[in-house]
């Protein structure tokens, strides 16, 4: 097994800075609204060019499972990729995070991934070298990894993020990360921020926003 150095809290932090970054710039363009979402306690990333992955965040644990479609290894059971790991991860990784990884096989529907981390009480691991996890899937969380003003300035290059949209996602970030569990309305003012008359567009924001618990003032 290889530690990876990241800890459970900034993971989190960067998987919700990228959803609010998508959130507002999905109203700019709709036909990336099923690169970022969440389900519970789940987040969903992908690059609709043939990554994907998924991380549970479970109050004990933390896994992720990546699935690289381009990636050279060939299909082995999803759960050899966390050889090694306590049970429980195992068990959290059958019942919520391969679910969003199904593949066909044979003819049988079966998780398909090319790689995978947990994270618990004595660190951070993967059964891949860092280069490794990055190359067969784990590339689509670089961001998320990384301190979070080299992360907004990226997301901003990615998307082309105005000014006015830059200061609406710093706003709703710091209000999600002080009280994660707290409720945020985006006011007009702020809603007007995102700088979209597109009605699909809006939509999807509308529901992006929403995954993350932030409702629209209405």
């Keep these: ?54 991380i549970t965040f479970n109050p004990n644990y933390v896994v992720g499972a990546f699935r690289n479609e381009f990636s050279e290894r060939e299909y082995i059971d999803a759960l050899d990729y966390f050889n ?26 079966v998780p398909v991934i090319t790689t ?10 993967s059964n891949d070298s860092f280069e490794d996890f990055i190359e067969n ?11 979070i003003e080299t992360a907004i300035n990226e997301w901003k290059e990615y998307y082309d993020m105005s000014d006015s949209q830059i200061n609406l996602l710093y706003s709703i970030f710091e209000r999600k990360i002080s009280n994660p569990s707290g409720e945020i309305i985006l006011m007009d003012s702020e809603i007007k ?6 009605e699909e567009g809006l939509n999807e924001s509308r529901i992006s926003f929403a995954e993350l618990g932030i409702k629209w003032e209405m």
């Design 1 to 54: 097994m290889k530690k990876l150095n990241w800890q459970r809290e900034h993971l989190w932090g960067g998987c919700i800075l990228a959803s609010m970054a998508h959130a507002i710039m999905v109203a700019h363009y709709p036909e990336l609204s099923n690169e970022h979402s969440w389900d519970d306690i789940n987040y969903n990333v992908q690059d609709s060019s043939g990554a994907r992955g998924t």
């Design 84 to 109: 090694g790991a306590p049970k429980e991860v195992n068990q959290l990784a059958v019942n919520e995070t391969l679910q969003y990884l199904l593949d066909e096989i044979d003819g049988d529907t």
């Design 116 to 125: 995978a981390f947990w994270e618990g009480d004595v660190g951070t691991y």
């Design 137 to 147: 899937g784990g590339f689509l969380i670089e961001s998320q990894t990384k301190d």
């Design 193 to 198: 921020m995102i700088q979209s008359d597109d």
